[in-house]
């Protein structure tokens, strides 16, 4: 054995001590360490013959890394759609890389079981019925490209023939019919061999981001009877808007389509008793997507898939190896996505299930979203500023007079906040999306200041 590795497994007990002690530091600074940064990365360094051990390691990622990281886990990192790791979560992903068991099959390991309670809890979470089934992936972008795969394998089905047989080619003309779709459900497109081009995006409601579900019938029958697929969208990313999924469910008893949902962060308004009702019809869907990593707060990256045609699912996915065996009724994880061998990504999110509960998660969610009205209320009283739509859920998505990039430097410069730009209608402005379990009232008070200050 390397000399350096012998070293480092006789003395494992004190590297790890070494490593939470670390990790603990940096924790418990996370709330005061600048909230982002525009760093210069370190000057690359070449690939070591010998290495310096364990502890040389850490130092010098510490010395060269840790300095540029972003506080992304924190209670006032407010771009994109970010979550942080709830402390159970954290345990979690440890243990999965510490007992690195490969979730792809269940000969030898309960570690897939596991996965599968987890998949069921989430399933029950968001009021999914018995007749979905979950699988993990690493993202909702991967989320929607399953989901998808599965929607182009019943497309294939409605007109007789097999696709992940076949090949695209066998189906003609596809049409996606969407309102408002994330960037990665046309990214899926792309890489389902369907491409960009077949989606035909479908007119909203005035001053919304939801489908217009008139229209979108008006485009179901245009099709003269093909079958489509329809992806709606339970969370868009701007303005947090639903499409009536209940609506838009009812039209399959005229028109053959497949319902693909991305509720991305949006199937987490299941969990509050005042928003509920946005995400009502999620469980009509045939394929739903749902991101962990955000609104659940387990660390990068996780999301779970859910389907209705499990059988389609596998369809797509079989990995044929006569060691792997026929998939049966319970098929292994390595026949449900595109990953073969797989970390046990479930624990994470199982760990945070099981220690704080629905009711803990519905805390979490309940909070994030009365942060976001706090802030959209004080930042409608502030001078030039305007809301470019009401605060729905978890995000405020607002304009003002000055410079937008300018404003998102300022921001992230003073260290006490990060937002993202965006364009809405037009309009450029910023967004602030709340989705940590940090976050405060006390963090949004800071915001406020900090915005104040820089929206010149
Ligand atoms: C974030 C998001 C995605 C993509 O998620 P990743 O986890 O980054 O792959 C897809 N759809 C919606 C609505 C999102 O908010």
């Known amino acids: 054995m390397d000399p350096l590795l012998a070293g480092d497994l006789a003395a494992l007990p004190e590297l790890l001590q070494a490593t939470r002690d670390y990790a603990t530091r940096l924790l418990a600074g996370l709330g005061e360490r600048p909230v982002a940064r525009t760093p210069e990365a370190p000057s690359p360094a070449t690939l070591p013959a010998h290495g310096v051990g364990a502890a040389g390691a850490l130092d010098l990622f510490d010395k060269r890394w840790a300095p540029g990281f972003s506080a992304s886990a924190g209670p006032r990192y407010l771009g994109f759609v970010t979550g942080g790791a709830t402390p159970a979560s954290l345990a979690g992903d440890w243990l999965t890389g510490a007992l690195d068991q490969n979730g792809s099959n ?10 599968d309670e987890t998949a069921g809890w989430l399933r ?36 007789g023939v097999s696709i992940a047989q076949q090949g695209v080619g066998a189906l003609g003309e ?17 890489m389902l061999g369907i491409g960009r081009d077949a989606l035909r ?28 697929i329809v992806v709606a969208n339970a969370g868009t990313v701007n303005t947090v808007d639903f499409d009536d999924l209940r609506a838009i469910a009812a039209l399959r008893s005229e028109y053959p389509f497949w319902l693909h949902t991305d509720a991305a962060f949006g199937a987490f308004a299941a969990l509050s008793p005042e928003h509920a009702h946005l995400v009502d019809g999620l469980d009509a869907s045939d394929s739903v997507c749902v991101d962990l990593h955000k609104w659940l707060n387990v660390p990068y990256d996780s999301a779970v898939q859910f389907t209705r045609r499990r059988d389609l699912q596998v369809r797509v996915f079989q990995n044929a190896a006569s060691y792997l065996g026929e998939p049966g009724p319970r098929p292994d994880h390595v026949h449900l996505t595109p990953e073969n061998s797989r970390r046990l990504r479930a624990l994470a999110a199982w760990f945070t299930l099981t220690a704080y509960g629905t009711e803990g998660h519905r805390e979490i969610v309940r909070r994030d979203i009365a942060a976001a009205h706090r802030l959209g209320a004080r930042l409608a009283a502030l001078p030039g500023v305007r809301l470019l739509s009401p605060v729905r859920l978890n995000v405020v998505c607002f304009t003002f ?14 260290g ?31 915001v406020v200041e900090t915005l104040r200050e820089h929206l010149a």
Not at 181 to 188: C, E, G, I, M, R
Not at 401 to 414: C, E, K, L, Q, S
Request: hydrophobic share 45%; glycine share 10%.
């Open 416 to 446: 006490e906040a990060f937002l993202t730009p965006t364009v809405y209608r037009g309009v450029p402005g910023l967004r602030a999306a709340f989705s940590n379990w940090r976050t405060t009232e006390a963090d949004v008070d800071r």
């Open 201 to 228: 995006l479908v007119p909203t409601l005035p001053d919304r981001e939801a489908v217009d579900v008139a229209a979108l019938e008006a485009a179901l029958r245009d099709l003269g009877g093909r079958p489509a």
């Open 401 to 414: 007079p000055g410079d937008v990039a300018a404003a998102v430097r300022a921001i992230a410069d003073a």
């Open 174 to 190: 596809v049409t996606v019919l969407s309102g408002t779709p994330h960037s990665s459900t046309v990214k899926a497109l792309a």
């Open 106 to 115: 269940r000969s030898g390991s309960t570690a897939a079981d596991l996965e």
């Open 124 to 159: 029950d979470m968001f009021g999914l019925g018995d007749g979905f089934t979950g699988a993990f992936v690493s993202g909702a972008t991967m989320s929607n490209v399953v989901g998808l795969a599965i929607a182009r394998e019943w497309l294939g089905e409605q007109l």
